[in-house]
Protein backbone atom coordinates (compact mmCIF):
# COMPACT_ATOMS: atom_id res chain seq x y z
CA UNK A 1 0.00 0.00 0.00
CA UNK A 2 1.06 3.85 -0.50
CA UNK A 3 1.62 3.91 3.52
CA UNK A 4 3.70 0.72 3.47
CA UNK A 5 5.66 2.22 0.80
CA UNK A 6 5.88 5.96 2.44
CA UNK A 7 6.64 5.04 6.12
CA UNK A 8 7.68 1.54 5.49
CA UNK A 9 8.95 1.53 9.74
CA UNK A 10 5.28 2.54 10.83
CA UNK A 11 3.57 0.11 12.65
CA UNK A 12 -0.52 -0.13 12.51
CA UNK A 13 -2.43 0.27 15.77
CA UNK A 14 -6.45 0.54 16.42
CA UNK A 15 -7.68 2.89 18.70
CA UNK A 16 -10.05 0.78 21.39
CA UNK A 17 -13.23 3.02 20.17
CA UNK A 18 -12.73 1.04 16.84
CA UNK A 19 -11.28 -2.43 17.92
CA UNK A 20 -14.81 -2.91 20.52
CA UNK A 21 -16.92 -1.19 17.65
CA UNK A 22 -15.79 -3.52 15.03
CA UNK A 23 -16.07 -6.59 17.32
CA UNK A 24 -19.57 -5.08 18.36
CA UNK A 25 -20.49 -5.20 14.63
CA UNK A 26 -19.50 -8.64 14.13
CA UNK A 27 -21.51 -9.84 17.51
CA UNK A 28 -24.55 -8.03 15.36
CA UNK A 29 -23.92 -9.59 12.60
CA UNK A 30 -23.70 -12.64 14.05
CA UNK A 31 -26.85 -12.52 16.10
CA UNK A 32 -28.60 -10.74 12.88
CA UNK A 33 -27.78 -14.28 10.83
CA UNK A 34 -28.52 -16.85 13.55
CA UNK A 35 -31.92 -15.25 13.95
CA UNK A 36 -32.52 -14.96 9.72
CA UNK A 37 -31.38 -18.95 10.08
CA UNK A 38 -33.17 -20.15 12.99
CA UNK A 39 -36.43 -17.96 12.29
CA UNK A 40 -36.42 -17.23 8.88
CA UNK A 41 -37.38 -13.81 9.68
CA UNK A 42 -35.32 -10.80 11.19
CA UNK A 43 -35.78 -10.19 14.88
CA UNK A 44 -39.30 -9.26 16.19
CA UNK A 45 -39.67 -8.50 19.75
CA UNK A 46 -41.01 -11.44 20.88
CA UNK A 47 -37.88 -13.53 19.71
CA UNK A 48 -35.20 -13.75 21.77
CA UNK A 49 -32.18 -12.88 20.90
CA UNK A 50 -33.98 -9.46 19.47
CA UNK A 51 -34.70 -9.44 22.96
CA UNK A 52 -31.29 -9.71 23.64
CA UNK A 53 -29.67 -7.47 21.18
CA UNK A 54 -28.75 -4.76 23.62
CA UNK A 55 -27.84 -6.79 26.55
CA UNK A 56 -25.14 -8.66 24.87
CA UNK A 57 -23.23 -5.30 24.13
CA UNK A 58 -22.96 -4.98 28.28
CA UNK A 59 -20.24 -6.13 29.82
CA UNK A 60 -20.09 -9.57 31.57
CA UNK A 61 -19.40 -8.01 34.92
CA UNK A 62 -22.15 -5.07 34.95
CA UNK A 63 -25.21 -7.34 33.83
CA UNK A 64 -28.01 -7.02 36.25
CA UNK A 65 -29.82 -10.83 36.94
CA UNK A 66 -32.62 -10.03 34.34
CA UNK A 67 -30.00 -9.29 31.62
CA UNK A 68 -28.00 -12.82 33.13
CA UNK A 69 -31.15 -14.75 33.20
CA UNK A 70 -31.89 -13.26 29.70
CA UNK A 71 -28.42 -14.41 28.33
CA UNK A 72 -28.44 -17.63 29.78
CA UNK A 73 -31.95 -18.25 27.84
CA UNK A 74 -30.47 -17.05 24.62
CA UNK A 75 -27.43 -19.44 24.88
CA UNK A 76 -28.73 -22.43 26.36
CA UNK A 77 -30.66 -23.17 22.98
CA UNK A 78 -28.00 -24.95 20.87
CA UNK A 79 -28.77 -23.09 17.88
CA UNK A 80 -27.58 -20.11 19.47
CA UNK A 81 -23.92 -21.13 19.89
CA UNK A 82 -22.48 -19.43 17.03
CA UNK A 83 -23.93 -16.10 19.12
CA UNK A 84 -22.60 -16.99 22.24
CA UNK A 85 -19.04 -17.93 21.08
CA UNK A 86 -18.99 -14.72 19.16
CA UNK A 87 -20.16 -12.63 22.53
CA UNK A 88 -17.26 -14.40 25.05
CA UNK A 89 -14.58 -13.19 22.49
CA UNK A 90 -16.41 -9.49 22.58
CA UNK A 91 -16.30 -9.85 26.32
CA UNK A 92 -12.59 -10.66 26.62
CA UNK A 93 -11.81 -7.80 24.57
CA UNK A 94 -13.72 -5.42 26.66
CA UNK A 95 -12.18 -6.77 29.57
CA UNK A 96 -9.21 -6.14 28.03
CA UNK A 97 -9.47 -2.73 27.99
CA UNK A 98 -11.45 -2.20 30.83
CA UNK A 99 -8.36 -3.49 32.77
CA UNK A 100 -6.85 -0.96 34.53
CA UNK A 101 -3.20 -2.52 34.53
CA UNK A 102 -1.79 -1.80 31.17
CA UNK A 103 -0.04 -4.67 31.57
CA UNK A 104 -2.17 -7.23 31.84
CA UNK A 105 -4.56 -5.72 29.72
CA UNK A 106 -2.20 -6.04 26.94
CA UNK A 107 -1.44 -9.47 27.72
CA UNK A 108 -5.20 -10.35 27.68
CA UNK A 109 -5.50 -8.61 24.45
CA UNK A 110 -2.70 -10.08 22.96
CA UNK A 111 -4.43 -13.48 24.28
CA UNK A 112 -7.73 -12.78 22.31
CA UNK A 113 -5.78 -12.10 19.28
CA UNK A 114 -3.90 -15.20 19.30
CA UNK A 115 -6.85 -17.45 20.19
CA UNK A 116 -8.59 -15.86 17.15
CA UNK A 117 -5.55 -16.27 15.21
CA UNK A 118 -5.17 -19.83 16.06
CA UNK A 119 -8.44 -21.02 14.39
CA UNK A 120 -11.26 -20.40 14.12
CA UNK A 121 -14.42 -23.11 13.03
CA UNK A 122 -15.58 -21.76 9.96
CA UNK A 123 -19.39 -21.18 11.44
CA UNK A 124 -17.87 -18.26 13.22
CA UNK A 125 -17.72 -16.01 10.72
CA UNK A 126 -17.95 -12.83 12.27
CA UNK A 127 -14.68 -13.67 14.45
CA UNK A 128 -12.46 -14.77 11.30
CA UNK A 129 -12.94 -11.29 10.30
CA UNK A 130 -11.78 -9.61 13.59
Not at 6 to 29: Q, W
Not at 80 to 88: I, K, P
Request: charged share 30%.
Amino acid sequence: TATTEELPGAVPVMDPFHVVRLAGDGLDRCRQRVQQATTGHRGRSGDPLYRARRTLHTGANLLTDKQQRRLHAVFKAEEHLEVEATWGIYQRIIAAYREPDRKKGKQMMKAVIDSVTAGVPTALVEIRRL
